[in-house]
T-cell receptor, first 112, second 114 residues
Framework: EAQVTQNPRYLITVTGKKLTVTCSQN?????MSWYRQDPGLGLRQIYY???????DKGDVPEGYKVSRKEKRNFPLILESPSPNQTSLYFC???????????FGPGTRLTVL | EDKVVQSPLSLVVHEGDTVTLNCSYE??????LLWYKQEKKAPTFLFML????IEKKSGRLSSILDKKELFSILNITATQTGDSAVYLC??????????????FGKGTKLSVKP
């Protein structure tokens, strides 16, 4: 089944404890992206990647890192999480040039 | 600053009504405009529009883009309770051959009453 998977789906952590949210897609998509969704602010793009080893900042990259070492994986790293990073995070992928993005199920992160 | 504005923010209608959702944008290096539907989970893709005046249609949903006036509309005819969702508009901004970043509006929450 074609899909985007994220892990974990739910995470409660404390300020400053490094964490990684994994994202994997099995559709051979070149383009992958991370978003966060907050009430009243909508979906905002954090980082995106057009292919392996090619990443670029979205609108809200501060406090986040990404890597794209393999085509199928695009992990989101929070080196020192803070409470303002409490949010619902989505990973998405698409074929080059289509922007018909397939979204993962979301990761709800709470930073205490 | 690039921005995408959707209106109305919320809308309540009855089954069978026709609704029009609006999306206006100010984006440098516009590439495409997309509509997504989000129920209580991840967004799902509806349409991608790149050319003015060409209507995209899927069942009871249709959408059109006006690149001169910088807006798009999403129409839903004969609404059903299953159309209740948040509808998201997003604009892709990019350069040259690259695929750019997506800027989302805050969404329109549609509630369809039986």
């Amino acid at each position: 089944e074609a899909q985007v998977t994220q892990n974990p789906r739910y995470l409660i952590t404390v300020t400053g404890k490094k964490l990684t949210v994994t994202c994997s897609q099995n559709m051979n998509h070149e383009y992958m992206s991370w978003y966060r969704q907050d009430p009243g602010l909508g979906l905002r793009q954090i980082y995106y990647s057009m292919n392996v080893e090619v990443t670029d900042k979205g609108d809200v990259p501060e406090g986040y890192k990404v890597s794209r070492k393999e085509k199928r994986n695009f992990p989101l790293i929070l080196e020192s999480p803070s409470p303002n990073q409490t949010s619902l995070y989505f990973c998405a992928s698409s074929l080059w040039g289509t922007n018909e993005q397939f979204f993962g199920p979301g990761t709800r992160l709470t930073v205490l | 600053e690039d921005k995408v504005v959707q209106s109305p923010l919320s809308l309540v209608v009855h089954e069978g009504d026709t609704v029009t959702l609006n999306c206006s944008y100010e984006v440098t290096n516009f590439r495409s405009l997309l509509w997504y539907k989000q129920e209580k989970k991840a967004p799902t893709f509806l349409f991608m529009l790149t050319s003015s005046g060409i209507e995209k249609k899927s069942g009871r949903l249709s959408s059109i883009l006006d690149k001169k006036e910088l807006f798009s509309i999403l129409n839903i005819t004969a609404t059903q309770t299953g159309d209740s969702a948040v509808y998201l508009c997003a604009v892709e901004a990019g350069y040259g051959g690259s695929q750019g970043n997506l800027i989302f509006g805050k969404g329109t929450k549609l509630s369809v009453k039986p």
